[in-house]
Structures are given as C-alpha cells and as structure tokens.
C-alpha cells in the first residue's frame, strides 16, 4: 500500500557532496517523523537523521555540522543533503517514515525504503 523509494545515491570523492531523496507514495493519509539511517559493512544501522511533521529536526553526532535534512510534505519527500563527505560515510542509506495510511483512524505504521548506495572515496 505505501511505497518509499530513495535515489540520489552514488560514487563521490571525499569533501565532495550528495543530496538524497525519498518519495512515498500510495493511499497515504498522514506521514509523520522522517528519518534517514544508514549501515556501512559489517556495522549496525544507525541513525543519521530525522525530522518531524512540524519540522522539528534531530542528527547523529557523526554527520552534525554536515547533514541536513529537510522535507517537502505536500510532496510526501523527505531529503538529505550531505556536505563535506567523509570515507566513513559510506554506507547504504535507508529512508524511513511513520506514516498513516487510509484514514485517520488506522494505526501508523513504520515503513522502510530498500536503500540507496553512497561511496565516498578518491
């Protein structure tokens, strides 16, 4: 029924940038907290960021000062915009959103995106 799909992802040099999008899409009535999260090889999946309906916002202490996130709600869109990109970066980055599907009262659910590959390296 709700779809995320990332893109945005790719090959980039150290200091460079990258700005990820994620569109959901489907019988969406309400979409709240956005997040992206990230795992690099062989490490746990952690959060980068996230930004509520009222556009409170939230970062890892990794990617402060770097990152930021941002969202389009009339476009159901959430964004990443990554400066100053690092090594240690590099790691699939995975949308995810609360959201309400149907009416207003269904249950929110979590809803994931398959992920999009960011590498940074010269």
């Known amino acids: 029924q709700v779809q995320l799909v990332e893109s945005g992802g790719g090959l980039v040099q150290p200091g460079g940038s990258l700005k990820l999008s994620c569109v959901a899409s489907g019988n969406i009535f309400s979409i709240y907290t956005m997040r992206w999260y990230r795992q690099a090889p062989g490490k746990q999946r952690e959060l980068v960021a996230n930004?509520?309906?009222?556009?409170?916002?939230n970062y890892g202490d990794s990617v402060k000062g770097r990152f930021t996130i941002s969202r389009d709600n009339p476009k159901n869109t959430v964004y990443l915009q990554m400066n100053s990109l690092k090594p240690e970066d590099t790691a699939v980055y995975y949308c995810?959103?609360?959201?309400?599907?149907?009416?207003?009262?269904?249950?929110?659910?979590?809803?994931w995106g398959q992920g999009t590959q960011v590498t940074v390296s010269s």
């Open positions: 930004i509520g309906s009222g556009g409170s916002l």
């Open positions: 995810n959103a609360d959201i309400r599907v149907g009416g207003i009262l269904t249950t929110v659910r979590d809803y």
